[in-house]
């Protein structure tokens, strides 16, 4: 069984800053992309940053220049930092992950998701 947990999510007023951390645990072999996604009310999910194992970063048009994805391999968490916050950045923020689990001599590789964390900024 794997989970991922998400912290970090609140309040802010617009031009502030917030980190977002995911946490995972669970049965896990290796991490390959972690990734951070956001829906706002009445929009689709859409991709916010991702980073690969090997730290490669990519980032929606959106948010490049002011958010930061990060990663700890050892602790099997991805940040999100996020600067110069803007109205149109409130949404729930997910955690995604793609974890290689083993169970017995079979591997299989399953997309996770996190339970969601509110990012709200006030203008």
């Known amino acids: 069984q794997v989970q991922l947990v998400e912290s970090g999510g609140g309040l802010v007023q617009a031009g502030g800053s917030l980190r977002l951390s995911c946490a995972a645990s669970?049965?896990?072999?290796?991490?390959?992309?972690m990734g951070w996604y956001r829906q706002a009310p009445g929009k689709q999910r859409e991709l916010v940053a991702a980073i690969t194992s090997g730290g490669s970063t990519s980032y929606a048009d959106s948010v490049q220049g002011r958010f930061t994805i990060s990663r700890d391999n050892v602790k099997n968490t991805v940040y999100l930092q996020m600067n110069s916050l803007k109205p149109e950045d409130t949404a729930v923020y997910y955690c995604n992950a793609d974890i290689m689990v083993q169970a017995g001599k079979v591997f299989r590789v399953d997309d996770y998701w996190g339970q969601g964390t509110q990012v709200t900024v006030s203008s």
């Open positions: 669970g049965s896990i072999f290796s991490i390959n992309a």
